[in-house]
T-cell receptor, first 113, second 113 residues
Framework: SQTIHQWPATLVQPVGSPLSLECTVEGTSNPNLYWYRQAAGRGLQLLFYSVGIGQISSEVPQNLSASRPQDRQFILSSKKLLLSDSGFYLC????????????FGEGSRLTVL | AQSVTQLGSHVSVSEGALVLLRCNYSSSVPPYLFWYVQYPNQGLQLLLKYTTGATLVKGINGFEAEFKKSETSFHLTKPSAHMSDAAEYFCAVTTYNNNDMRFGAGTRLTVKP
């Protein structure tokens, strides 16, 4: 069966520090991969999605970036965090070309102080 | 692009009462519609989905939803609420072979004893 792992689960970072969140999917090949952000009291905002290694589409201009160095690995990064980057970050995957159903990781809560 | 609107950011019901969470969608092509549930500090879990075929779809935990094209709606219902149903619920829409799933702002369901 397929599983998705996301880490770290919680982190507190000072403004201006770097960020790296990792997401790994197991049990499937060539998935679509996604990063969403969920701010307090708000819905989910799509940040990035990837249809293959090295292929990244950005939905919202910001100081975050994403990379897909391997087929089932998706990384969210920042060189310098802002206060507004605080939130709950969710990684998700889907099967290419099917119904589009997303499978989510457990999330990473980022607090920028 | 497709979109969804969830009516009511907070819904409160008594245990044993009917649960009704409202979702209206907008899409220029046939939509695929989803309801997800999120418990505190966790990822999203799929409750049910509509792609094609029967317009009344049943999901996990006794939830069901009906796709009504004429009303552009996909409301979520459960005949009798349990305390364990307290969570945040998200309606989402995508289309065939589309990498972009759009989420509503979410509805927080509270169940009173």
């Amino acid at each position: 069966s397929q599983t998705i792992h996301q880490w770290p689960a919680t982190l507190v970072q000072p403004v201006g520090s770097p960020l790296s969140l990792e997401c790994t999917v197991e049990g499937t090949s060539n998935p679509n991969l996604y990063w969403y952000r969920q701010a307090a009291g708000r819905g989910l905002q799509l940040l990035f999605y990837s249809v293959g290694i090295g292929q990244i589409s950005s939905e919202v201009p910001q100081n975050l970036s994403a990379s897909r160095p391997q087929d089932r690995q998706f990384i969210l990064s920042s060189k310098k965090l802002l206060l507004s980057d605080s939130g709950f970050y969710l990684c998700a995957w889907s099967v290419v070309g099917v119904t589009g159903e997303l499978f989510f990781g457990e999330g990473s809560r980022l607090t920028v102080l | 692009a497709q979109s969804v609107t969830q009516l009511g950011s907070h819904v409160s019901v008594s245990e044993g009462a009917l649960v009704l969470l409202r979702c209206n969608y907008s899409s220029s092509v046939p939509p695929y519609l989803f309801w997800y549930v999120q418990y505190p500090n966790q990822g999203l879990q799929l409750l049910l989905k509509y792609t094609t075929g029967a317009t009344l779809v049943k999901g996990i935990n006794g939830f069901e939803a009906e796709f009504k094209k004429s009303e552009t709606s996909f409301h979520l219902t459960k005949p009798s609420a349990h305390m364990s149903d307290a969570a945040e619920y998200f309606c989402a829409v995508t289309t065939y072979n589309n990498n972009d799933m759009r989420f509503g702002a979410g509805t927080r369901l509270t169940v009173k004893p």
